[in-house]
């Protein structure tokens, strides 16, 4: 028993936490909806018991001027709620990162840097939003979701008080051929809705 629980114990400080999409993720990808046309508005009619409209139309007035409205038609068409979501979701702006460290050529013992970056902006942490780097950049982005009791306190995004709304926090590894500036893009799907920042990097040797 003792064994389980211990076992049970250490998965639960191993586990990941599970990513969490923006609420666009839980839209439909389509539906059927009403449109609604023009409304159809006329001239009302004066009449010796005063102004009067067709069947079907609604008397208003507007300042000095009486008319008549009739609804617009409706037509059913196909929208796409969670698309249109994602093409209106702001990313960013991503706030300034500090600079970053970078390999030298001459640097052997050490051929790539792990730089921690908590990239602060709204909704740059849902895991529907990715962020990605151009493979020119050379360098390799781990995203930190877990916050087990076994990971350090500066990869932990709740420590760093990283949540996805507005944080997302990575491991950005360079090397030597990383360029000394690092641009980077989040997108939502489909690059509905993108955004792009850039990181400087120098270059170092650390040890030396």
């Keep these: 028993m003792r064994l389980f629980i211990a076992t049970a114990l250490l998965a639960t400080l191993a586990a990941p936490v599970a990513a969490q999409n923006s609420h666009c993720a839980a839209l439909p990808a389509t539906a059927r909806v009403e449109v609604r046309g023009p409304d159809n508005v006329i001239p009302a009619q004066l009449t010796p018991r005063g102004f009067t409209c067709p069947r079907g139309f609604v008397t208003e007035t507007v300042g000095p001027v009486t008319r008549c409205r009739q609804p617009g038609p409706v037509r059913v068409e196909t929208a796409e709620p969670r698309r249109d979501c994602y093409a209106s979701l702001p990313l960013g702006p991503v706030r300034g990162v500090p600079g970053q460290a970078r390999p030298t050529m001459q640097c052997p013992t050490n051929p790539t840097i792990d730089n921690i970056i908590a990239v ?39 420590t760093q008080d990283c949540f996805p709304h507005n944080c997302r926090l990575i491991r950005l590894t360079t090397r030597a051929s990383t360029p000394g500036r690092i641009d980077l893009t989040l997108a939502t799907p489909n690059n509905a809705s993108t955004s792009s920042f850039s990181v400087n990097a120098e270059a170092q040797c650390p040890g030396r």
């Excluded at 942490?125 to 050379?138: F, I, K, N, R, Y």
């Design 120 to 158: 602060r902006g709204a909704n740059v942490g849902w895991q529907d939003v990715t962020l990605t780097a151009p493979t020119s950049a050379a360098v390799t982005i781990t995203h930190l979701r877990s916050t087990a009791a076994n990971v350090p306190a500066a990869q932990n995004p709740n």
